[in-house]
């Protein structure tokens, strides 16, 4: 399966008015899980790499609600960057999706939405491992 036909990229409404932008994502309609887990990174500069791990079991929305990043998501044959620059701009990863996150601008806030509570022992932290199970051939 190409990588393109793994991830997908999310556009959320705006319902905001008159008053300032407003929007709105719900669990089970606006993305494609329950929400059990949020997370948000900020405070990163451009030289760090977040991630850097597949999930076996979690899935996962990232927006940056504020400024932008870069997210490098790999299946073990091909990889593709995507820039997540826009709060309405969502990215959904299944599962064993290697990813690393990065670029971050100063004033960047990337927010997580997971289907699962935290399980340290569902991630692949090292990329040869990671080729081993998905059979992958892709060297970095």
């Known amino acids: 399966m190409s990588i393109r036909e793994q991830y997908k990229i999310l556009e959320f409404g ?7 932008k ?12 329950e929400i059990k887990r949020v997370f948000y990174m900020y405070g990163s500069d ?12 979690s899935e996962f929305v990232l927006i940056n609600v504020s400024g932008s990043s870069k997210v490098r998501v790999d299946n ?3 990889e593709e960057i995507i820039e997540l620059n826009r709060p309405r701009m969502g990215l959904y ?3 064993m999706v290697w990813k690393d996150m990065y670029d971050f601008s100063e004033d960047s806030v990337l927010l997580v939405l997971a ?23 892709r060297r970095r």
């Open 14 to 20: 705006d319902l905001g008015d008159e008053r300032g």
């Open 22 to 33: 407003l929007v709105v994502v719900e669990g089970d309609m606006d993305i494609p899980f």
């Open 46 to 57: 451009s030289s760090v790499i977040r991630g850097q791990h597949a999930n076996r079991k």
């Open 76 to 78: 073990g044959f091909e």
């Open 93 to 95: 990863l299944p599962t």
């Open 115 to 137: 289907n699962t509570h935290y399980d340290g022992g569902e991630y692949i932290r090292d990329y040869d491992e990671y080729l081993k199970e998905v059979g992958g051939s």
